[in-house]
């Protein structure tokens, strides 16, 4: 096994929505400002925030991924009410307004969450306790051949639920050394062949493919059943 450790790049930012009068015109509508760092949730003055982070992850190439800890280093709690961060796989590429996504389509499209946790705790000083919560399909949104990328979003967008109170944090996420950071273990497929003899002897106690008991004890015979997998 191997570990890799990388941290969100200079494209990674956070989205707001337009300023709405309606808070559904908010909650559904477009993007209206594209900022560096981090930031997820909502505020009383009917913005929505979302966080983009790409890493590079290039360097695990075809390595098959056993786990990914997600970790994100807080810098405010602006947040009077606890909410719950989600986590999806999104392929933004250049961070543009039009990436934020609306809860009427756009967030219900994204798919399976692939981490989350609760704003409780959150702080401004280090890396924070318990991470955000990277499950087995963050794993298997690592992309070996390039970028990762993702989306944060609020629980209470998605569910749109108006706040009553401000509901919004921030995290390093910028292309610095306490941005948001994966560490990733991963390792090398290994490759099995298996082989089944000929019939020229028979097939009783053969356990059930590929797994054979028996070997072909007929040197006039070499020619065999042959089955390949692959495990990482």
Known sequence: MSTTVVYASGESGWVRSNVEAVYLDAARGAGG???????????????????FSVWDTSAIGTDTVSNVDFDVHGTIDGSTTDFVIEGYAFAFGTLAAADYRDSDT????????????SSSGWTG???????????????SAINGAGD???????????????PTANEYV????SGATNDARLTITH???????YAKPDGDITTTGWTSTPLWSKVDDDPASPDATVITATAG
């Open 33 to 51: 400002l594209v900022s560096p760092g981090g930031r997820v949730g909502q505020s009383t003055s009917f913005v929505c925030y979302q966080g």
């Open 106 to 117: 756009g967030i219900p499209a994204l798919g399976s969450i692939v981490c989350s946790r």
């Open 125 to 139: 000083a280090g890396y924070l306790n318990g991470d955000m919560g990277a499950n087995a399909a963050f794993a």
């Open 148 to 162: 990762t990328e993702i989306v944060l979003i609020s629980q209470e967008h998605r569910n749109e639920s108006e």
């Open 170 to 173: 921030g995290y390093d996420n």
């Open 187 to 193: 390792a090398a497929s290994v490759t099995y062949t």
